[in-house]
């Protein structure tokens, strides 16, 4: 993925690295970090940074605070999904109140997703 990435934004992403929301830290620390595959936090991929990436499933897992539903907010997911998609990667979008109200859910939808890509995998 080296051709897909921006140097530029390698001092945001360590910096939302280091103040992740809530949220974030919940997914990761209670979850996301235990996967017996590498996932990446705050991770650049073009000329956006992503909140969490699996390279083996080609999959982002992005939580979507307030601002992502408005127009603009909605106008601006949009094109970032249409571009990591065009990547061959697949986006996943959680709100944080679905986090907080279905976290075991949430959980188990990228777990099934990860797995499934996995049995995709020519070994």
Known sequence: MNEKYN???IHNS?????????EEKHL???????????VNRQKVIGKYIVDFYCASAKLVVELD???HYSDEGM???????????????????YS???LHRNFDAV???ILN???????????
């Open 28 to 38: 990761w620390y209670d979850f996301l970090k235990k996967l017996p595959v590498t």
């Open 107 to 109: 959980c188990n939808d």
């Open 65 to 67: 605070g307030s601002q």
């Open 14 to 22: 360590k910096q939302l690295r280091s103040n992740m929301t809530k």
């Open 75 to 93: 106008e601006s997911d949009k094109e970032r999904d249409q571009y990591l998609g065009g990547l061959g990667i697949t986006v996943k979008r």
């Open 113 to 123: 997703f990860i797995e499934q890509k996995q049995l995709d995998i020519p070994r």
């Open 7 to 9: 140097s530029k934004l």
């Open 96 to 98: 944080n109140l679905e």
